[in-house]
């Protein structure tokens, strides 16, 4: 081992030399290989890295098209432009990105004409005051709460997550700590990012909505937000020429769906839209390869058929620059797949001319049933048949389902009409609170001499603060007659019954005149700001005159519902049209219709089958809606609208609604009567117009009786009550001689199970849970009781009847082609079951049917040999009773089975028309001019068979 001290001075300097040439070359090297890469090729290597980014891109596979039985087109798809947005950029620290992208998404928002065609992805909306509000509630809103919060399941949202408001859940997207949108920005910052100087409520819940869709792809950086569908070809040129100053952003081609069959169809076909959440989980946990850029069925055909229609995606990779600009070709990595096209049994010339005809039906059920007095002035009605519809309710209705838009009455730009009308709706409003808030010391004969107008207002107010949750269910019933409001308040304060932390206080302690002089105010101010009793102040205006009819239908004319260029116009105005002969007017030429009044009735359902197989020719559900607002990127203010209409037109009356069937019921008592012995053919009993064998006893819609009942056939041809309640009480009558209530109901039961009333149809769009009977015997074989079933299993069971035993499942799909109309599957009918019944008894139940059409006052000029049943079913003595009819034609070999029911129409007398009508236009047997109107039909309440 050399000894350190040994070295010499002179032997360490040549070799410190030696390694710092070495060093000094190396140097030399790297500024020599660094010169060469950034300044001699720095431009082509420069290039070369900007191509260098390789992106991947879906290409959407078309939806398939949908037919009707003719070939008809029903949905397709139409080339769109859609805006996209990718967050591809890096930055050099996080408030820069997120103004950059605040500021581009603010920008694409500015280039997008159409607000509706923004995608929308937060439930949050904002009123015209500026105001934070969710659009949706439930379990979809707990559901959107817990993928924001970052929960797996909604059990995992503490209380203040789930309590939290539109506002507070917008204030934490706006923060710091998630997208820092700020409502002003400095002229820096304008200039940078090119942001406003402010932003307002609406445009910072649009940006909201960029961000969070694109946050939702940030574990796949390459998949872009789609920010706006279906732009004009001047926004999309607009996005092309600015994409340097918007990185990320870009255009792509995508499909639109498009329906052609109009309002009739809507129920049936259903629409597309986004992938939500839920249904992005549940579709991959089922297989099915989607991203959250999906389209899928929501509804109908669209929903049920989705597997069949959907498109296969493909997949194709290029390179960009930084900047997003392409710099090579697309590869297809995968070729995308149309999906396969429907052909359904539907008829769609059939289906809109039934759905016109259930509509001129129902406005003529309106029009007979309205009265021009005022509700006050008219007498309390006996029974459902008397009810009447007074003037100041057709007034009100238009006000009530929102057709006339009273937010309009107090904006900047309202005309001189929705001026006054607002300010006298203004002085009525601080009148009635007024006498409301003096009125809460009145008790006992005191509060029994207010108004019933107050009165109102006290039931709207006791079940306001319930829902609210302002008032415990603890709490007991307000006794009017022993204490005031005052005092009633003072006692749920005293027992705990009050939700005091709702009420606006700074004081730590309140004694209790406090506590219930806050809790009236809060209640006051809470009732101020509700909609609810702004429509009672409505209501109220009109009753008492100081709102008229005239003024509600000259405002049609100032909000655009009807046209000024009306000449009923210039009628009204110079007072050569009364206003209740105007608004008959309208309603008999549907220019306002039976869905915008949302009167009772309001809606219909009519259905028509094919006995021979079961396919469904027309399924209508009136009102329809608009699906092509609804399919792809939703038209939110009109989904909102459709929701809060009162007529329901995305309820599906034909496969959803349940009532009870009425007297169509009763050839299936027939049956069970005849094939269990309890009767013969010949059977005679004498109707008294009441059958007492039982207690209550049950009366004979005609009150006087028919006198003797000759046959079976002749108590349906005669629909008697007396006579089908007979046979039930044999039926339930043991070798005692003794009546069991329980055998009466077990025998309707099945032999209801035997036409399949106690299952679904098959039906492929949905269907609701048909209910047997399980209490009231007597009542029940004449189709009450508790007998439920939706107008689709009605049906089935008409073409039952109509092809003497064979139940087949109903069906809306013919065959599935791919796109070049090759067969991939046809549609075979499904037996659900034979009823092996003897012929006698199957021709007996035709006969009757028979002769009730021959003598029935509508349907016995018809042109074709038919059989058919009316029924009126009652379900409450304060609303119109339900019409229905079922028949088929012709006799001798039906073609068609035809079920229709509407809604509190009266009686069956009503609804029979609509039958007829059908049968006229299958069979070609009347211009189709002289059917579909487009206006009232007339009907008379005097006509009742059942």
Known sequence: MLNHKLWKKEDRIPRLAILGVFFGFLFLVLITRLYRLQILEGAANQEEFMSSIMKTQRLAGSRGNIYDRNGNLLASNRLSYDITLEDSQNYRSNKERQRSLNGIAYQLIRLVQDENKLNTILPISVDEQGNYEFTEDGWKLSRFKADFYGKSTVDELTEEQKAGTAEELMKKICSREKYLIENTYTEEEQDQYGLPHTLTPKEILQIANIRYGLSLNSYRKYLPYLVASDVSE?????????????????????????????????????????????????????????????????????????????????????????????????????????????????????QNAVYQMLEQQIAGILLANMSESKRADMPKASDASQIRISSDEVYFALIKNHVIDTGRLQEADATDLEKAVYERFMNKKEQVFREFSDSFDVSGSGYDSLSSEVKGYYDYLLDTVRKKKILSDKSGDWDREEKSFRQYLSECIANGWIDLNQVDSTEKYMTLENSRRLTEEMILNSLKKDSGFDLLIFQTMLTEGTLSGEDVEKLLYEQGILSKEDPDYALLSNGQLNAWQFIRKKIKNLEITPAQLALNPCSGSAVVVSPKDGQVLACVSYPGYDNNRLANQMDTDYYQKLAADLSLPLFNRATSQLTAPGSTFKPITVIAGLNEGAISTDTSIVCTGV?????????????????????????????????????????????????????????????????????KTGIEIGEAEPHVTDRFAIPSSIGQGTHNYTTTQIARYTSTLANHGNSYDLSMIDKVTDSDGNMIQSFKPVLQSNVSIPDYIWNDVAKGMNELVKTNATLKDLKVNAAGKTGTAEESKTRPNHGLFIGYAPFEDPQIAVTVRVANGYSSGNVVGVGKEIFNYYFHLEDPANILTGTASGVSNNLRTD
Not at 263 to 284: F, H, K, M, Q, V
Not at 728 to 745: M, Q
Request: with cysteine.
């Open 234 to 350: 001047e926004t999309m040129v607009a996005v092309l020429e600015k994409k340097r100053s918007l990185p990320g952003a870009d255009i792509q081609e995508g499909s639109i769906r498009v329906y052609y069959g109009g309002d009739s169809l809507s129920s049936i076909l259903g629409y597309t839209g986004p992938i939500s959440a839920d249904e992005l989980e549940a579709g991959n946990r089922e297989g099915t390869v989607y991203t959250n850029q999906s389209t899928l069925g929501k509804g109908g055909i669209e929903k049920s058929m989705e597997d069949r229609l959907r498109g296969q995606d493909g997949m194709e990779q290029f390179y960009t620059d930084v900047v997003g600009n392409r710099k090579s070709d697309p590869e297809i990595t995968s070729e995308p797949k149309s999906g396969n096209d429907i052909y359904l049994t539907i008829d769609m010339d059939l």
């Open 691 to 759: 059958f007492d064998k039982v207690q209550p006893p049950l009366r004979c819609w005609k009150r006087s009786g028919h006198g003797p009942i000759l046959s079976s056939a002749d108590a349906l041809k005669n629909s008697c009550n007396v006579y089908l309640s007979e046979i039930t009480y044999r039926l339930g009558t043991g070798e005692d001689g003794v009546f069991s209530e329980e055998k009466g109901l077990d025998k309707l039961r099945e032999y209801a199970g035997l036409m399949d009333l106690d299952k």
